[in-house]
């Protein structure tokens, strides 16, 4: 097979080819999982990006975007030739079922250089830092003698005394604090979602939203068809023009975005009024 036609049932597969390739010199595409979210079908195509021949066999694997845009390879490459390639690509898709969430962020994990299977969006980082130092202060507590042991008991008998003769000054009926007052934390503002009903035959574009707000409109840079949706929001766009430095990875497949402090894109309608609102 030639490298033309190599390109060709890449192309008809839905795959794009990237600009670049960190780890080589061959051309790299990629596609969006069918099902999976923040998912990629990555192939290396084995064709050499500056001889423009092939130099080797086409490479099928899955990789994880993480919440930095970093990608992650969840799946152990496989090399096939090209008339078992549809069935690899398909082998690689439904292996992503079998590939471990994290239970915190529900992130896929991925085998780290160390060897360990960890997070994708390295979500231990977080609170990393809280439990490094509680075990510090634990060590810290088992040198001291017991003379500062009992000067610390008396500093915190003294301080709990001066907090209850204050707490005695304020009225019983004098309220300092708001009833019933609901606190939301950074992390559940984050959380918040928004979806628009996405229809197929629906002609769109895209924007750029940060922190919930629309930033950037690319109404005549970018250009798609809805040609496909599904009941959990999946949407699949055929792309007929992108003008701009918008990677084809980056481009929106689902009806709805979270708010967050993180760049993203949401699908804008063109061809009737549509506006995004709240999910509860």
Excluded at 42 to 63: A, F, H, P, W, Y
Excluded at 201 to 213: F, N, P, R, S
Aim: proline share 3%; net charge positive.
């Amino acid at each position: 097979m030639t490298v033309v036609q190599r390109k060709a049932m890449l192309k008809a597969e839905g795959f794009f080819p990237h600009k670049k390739n960190a780890k080589g010199t061959s051309i790299i595409y990629s596609r969006k999982h069918p099902s999976a979210k923040f998912v990629r079908v990555v192939v290396d195509s084995g064709i050499d990006s500056k001889t423009n021949k092939i130099v080797g066999k086409v490479g099928v694997k899955l990789c994880f975007v993480n919440r930095t845009k970093s990608w992650r390879e969840i799946t152990t490459e496989i090399f096939t030739t090209n008339a078992a390639l549809d069935k690899t690509i398909k082998a690689q898709e439904a292996a992503e079922k079998f590939v471990k969430t994290c239970k915190h962020c529900k992130a896929k994990k991925f085998k780290a250089k160390s060897g360990n299977v960890v997070c994708a969006n390295a979500c231990w980082t977080n609170w990393g830092g809280k439990k490094k130092a509680a075990n510090t202060t634990k060590k810290t507590a088992q040198n001291i003698g017991p003379r500062e042991l009992r000067d610390q008991a008396r500093q915190k008998k003294s301080a709990t005394t001066q907090k209850k003769k204050s707490q005695r000054v304020t009225p019983k009926r004098q309220r300092t604090y708001p009833l019933n007052k609901r606190v939301e934390n950074s992390s559940q503002k984050k959380a918040q979602k928004f979806a628009a009903e996405i229809l197929p035959g629906d002609l769109v574009t895209i924007q750029e939203i940060i922190a919930g707000k629309m930033t950037q409109d690319f109404t005549g840079s970018v250009l798609g068809i809805v040609q496909e949706t599904q009941d959990h929001g999946y949407v699949k766009v055929h792309w007929s023009a992108n003008t701009t430095e918008v990677e084809d990875y980056m481009l929106p497949s689902s009806n709805c975005y979270y708010m967050g402090n993180a760049i993203d894109y949401r699908l804008k309608v063109l061809s009737r009024p549509v506006e995004y609102a709240k999910v509860r």
